[in-house]
Structures are given as structure tokens and as C-alpha cells.
């Protein structure tokens, strides 16, 4: 397991199922160590295993069930904790639908972190048609102060905790972050976080289709909008459009999560660990040549490239923003009617009279 999937108190929110199913099963390990044991249950393995099942009622509360496992040697087989602990929430009455969480944990703290065995997953699998979000919860050790999460059998990440204050040009990274509207999740709490820079200039459509292709492949894209003095420092083509105007269009891209202005030319590992970033895509036809810098002095994605997350998307097309700007000055040069075309004329030029005959003389 990675271990960013592990979990910390502080990452819950506030009255959460999970907070309180942990705060349950920390009870029940410190009511296991005081009361006496009787070996009979576990007679078979020898391993104790608890289990607590919180159901949540009509009105919204919360109610915590206890269970553990019998090994009696019956037909029908042995109990398992958390089959016991489900059985206690049906004799109270509750429906299946009420099931939110299950957590479990190994007593003697041998073989935590302890998921439910494949007859309890089964139980659960069934038990998801009825309550389709179930959460397993599996301890580190027996203070359930770490701990994963499972979700329909797959790892169900943390969210991000708030950054640490860093520092780009003086502030804080907060300050260089806008939200695209309609977002209120922050770049740092996003469970999967993309990250894409460049200076955005006309925002084409190999620009447009590197972003499609970037929100894709997680739940935050985060893109970089370099700043005037950014590219004055690293690119031989002239600035084409002002900075407001490429972050604005960026922004209102539907695609865009969140934009970082005077975003830096190179993604540092500082800028990586800020915010997060799990990916870091690029095109086939990356910035360099779309803004038209002639050497590289340095890899702007070199980091990126040595955690391992550096991605590069195929590019669209071989469109740059030099030819999406040399494109523009064609249309519009064609457009211009030429000087002759413009050239006022005379009114006997436009409509020409007959040549007068000389009159007679009378």
C-alpha cells in the first residue's frame, strides 16, 4: 500500500461515520484489555478479531454495534467479528440501508492493518445494494490514530491537508491560486491533482486539447499561466497577448479546475510538494517549441521527470502560437481591400455621359 492511502484523525470531517466508528473500536480494544478472555471463541485460530458496525438511523444518528469472532467448530462454520456485529444491528432493528462503516482491528496488534475475510466480503458485497458506499476501515495499530480506507474494494484516498506556507515572489501559493467558477475545492484538497503550464497565448486548439485530455486523467486540473516577464526571460518570440488576457481565457476554460498565475517556468520539487501535484502533463509539442525557444538550457519538467510523474499527451496537431498568430495576420491581411479597390472615384468615372454633339448655330 502507498502511503499516501493512509488516513489521520484530522483528515475526518466533523462527525463523520468513520471518526465514529474509530472512536468505538479505540473503546471496545480498551474494553477487550480489562475484561477477562474466554479461549473457547477462538479455539480454532487462536486470533481474536473485532469489529464495529455504525448504522446510521432516519434522523441521522449515529449507532455503533460490536462484534467478534466465534470459532465453534458448528456445520454451518465459525463466525466471523464482523458478521457478528452486522447480525447485532439487524436484532436492533435497523435496515440494511443504514450500514455506513465497518471497522476492524486485531486485538494483540499482530496483524493489523486486518481487512475482512472473503465470507465477510461477500456479506458486504451483497449488503452494497441496499447501502452502495460502505466504508472498511482497517487500523495501523491499536491507537487508530492511522488507517486506510476501503470503498466498494478500492482504496479510498485522504484528502489533502492545508499547505504549509510557502513562498513565490513574496506571498503565500494561496495568494497565486483562482479558483474557475463553480469550484470551491482547493488544488491541495483534490484527491488526484494534474498540473499543466505554459503561457496559453491564443489558446489554440492543440492548448485546448492538452487540457481536455490533462482533466481527464484526475480531479483537479491545476494550470500554470506564465507571466509576461516569465516569457520575456525564456522565449525569442514576442509576447502576443497581455497576461490578463490568457489567464481569463484559461480560466474560463470548462475544463480548468484552478489556475496558478506567474506560474514559475520551471516545476520545481517545491511547487510538486506544495500543492500536491500527482501528475505533471506536457504535450508532444511541448511549450518550448510552442513558444518558440530556440535552446534548452534546462529541462523546465526535469523534476517532474525524475519523480516519475511526468506525463507527455500526444499533441493534437503541430499547431504553435507563432503559427496560430501568422495564421491571424494572413486572414486578416486578406480581408483588407487593396489601396485600388479603396481609391475614391469621380462621379462621371462611376457613371460616364454620352459625348455631347456641338449644337447648331442658328
Avoid at 92 to 100: G, K, L, M, P, T
Avoid at 223 to 240: A, R
Avoid at 274 to 288: A, E, Q
Wanted: proline share 6%; hydrophobic share 40%; aromatic share 6%.
Amino acid at each position: 500500500m502507498d502511503e499516501t492511502d493512509w488516513w489521520s484523525p484530522e483528515q475526518l470531517q466533523e462527525a463523520s461515520p468513520h471518526g465514529y466508528a474509530l472512536d468505538e473500536l479505540r473503546r471496545y480494544v480498551a474494553d477487550w484489555a480489562a475484561a477477562p478472555q474466554d479461549e473457547f471463541w477462538c479455539r480454532k485460530s487462536g486470533k481474536a478479531v473485532l469489529s464495529v458496525v455504525v448504522c446510521k438511523g432516519q434522523d441521522g444518528r449515529l449507532t455503533a454495534y460490536r462484534g467478534r469472532n466465534a470459532e465453534v467448530s458448528l456445520p454451518a462454520g465459525s463466525l466471523c467479528a464482523e458478521r457478528a456485529a452486522i447480525g447485532q444491528a439487524a436484532s436492533n432493528f435497523h435496515r440494511a440501508s443504514d450500514i455506513v462503516a465497518v471497522a476492524i482491528v486485531d486485538p494483540d496488534n499482530k496483524i493489523n492493518p486486518l481487512w475482512p475475510c472473503e465470507v465477510c466480503q461477500s456479506w458486504l458485497a451483497k449488503l452494497r445494494s441496499q447501502s452502495p458506499e460502505i466504508a472498511i476501515i482497517a487500523v495501523e495499530s491499536l491507537a487508530c490514530d492511522r488507517f486506510l480506507i476501503k470503498v466498494n474494494g478500492t482504496m479510498f484516498p485522504p484528502p489533502r491537508l492545508p499547505l504549509p506556507t510557502h513562498s513565490l515572489s513574496g506571498s503565500s501559493w494561496q495568494d497565486h491560486v483562482i479558483l474557475a467558477e463553480g469550484m470551491a475545492e482547493m488544488p491541495w484538497e483534490a484527491q488526484e491533482l494534474i498540473y499543466v503550464d505554459g503561457s496559453w497565448t491564443f489558446l489554440h486548439s492543440a492548448q485546448q486539447n492538452i487540457l481536455k485530455v490533462a482533466r481527464t486523467l484526475g480531479t483537479h486540473l491545476l494550470v500554470g499561466v506564465h507571466s509576461e516577464e516569465v516569457l520575456k526571460q525564456n522565449c525569442q518570440d514576442p509576447i502576443f497577448e497581455c497576461f490578463e488576457t490568457r489567464m481569463e481565457r484559461v480560466l474560463h476554460n470548462r475544463h480548468v479546475s484552478s489556475v496558478l498565475k506567474d506560474a514559475p517556468w520551471v516545476v520545481t520539487a517545491e511547487l510538486i510538494a506544495s500543492f500536491g501535484v500527482n501528475r505533471v502533463i506536457t504535450g508532444s509539442v511541448d511549450k518550448l517549441q510552442d513558444m518558440g525557444k530556440v535552446e534548452q538550457s534546462s529541462d523546465p519538467y526535469g523534476e517532474a521527470r525524475r519523480l516519475g510523474i511526468l506525463e507527455v499527451v500526444p499533441s493534437l496537431n503541430e499547431t504553435t502560437e507563432r503559427s496560430t498568430y501568422e495564421a491571424h495576420v494572413a486572414r486578416a491581411l486578406k480581408d483588407v481591400p487593396s489601396v485600388d479597390a479603396e481609391k475614391p472615384t469621380s462621379p462621371s468615372a462611376r457613371y460616364p455621359m454620352k459625348q455631347l454633339r456641338p449644337r447648331k448655330s442658328d
